[in-house]
């Protein structure tokens, strides 16, 4: 059975930076493309970026491009998110993303949350 469970969001300052965390079970890790999104209440879920299965290429949402920074670590099954210099409009729900012969997988998500 799949399974993806984010961590490390929390409550962080304008500026500030955290990296966030999805741990991912039950098919071939080194193989799969990931990816993460975001979803602010009410709006829809927004694509943030995504790392290939080797981890040597990633692409990122223009307007996080810079900011976000997307690796893994496939002897740990794990995939990472950075974002620097954190703005109040990165406050979202933060997921990791499996999609597999068109079905997407999901955590639980984490929630960010940038406030002075």
């Known amino acids: 059975e799949i399974h993806l469970v984010e961590s490390g969001g929390g409550l962080v300052q304008p500026g500030g930076s955290l990296r966030l965390s999805c741990v991912a079970s039950?098919?071939?890790?080194?193989?799969?493309?990931m990816g993460w999104y975001r979803q602010v209440p009410g709006k829809r879920l927004e694509w943030v970026g995504s790392?290939?299965?080797?981890?040597?290429?990633?692409k990122y949402f223009p307007s996080v491009k810079g900011r976000f920074t997307i690796s893994r670590d496939n002897a740990k099954n794990m995939v990472y998110l950075i974002i620097n210099n954190l703005k109040i409009e990165d406050t979202a729900v933060y997921f990791c993303?499996?999609?597999?012969?068109?079905?997407?997988?999901w955590g639980q998500g984490t929630q960010v949350t940038v406030s002075s």
């Open positions: 993303n499996y999609r597999k012969l068109g079905y997407d997988y």
């Open positions: 790392i290939n299965g080797v981890g040597n290429g990633t």
């Open positions: 039950g098919f071939d890790f080194s193989s799969a493309a």
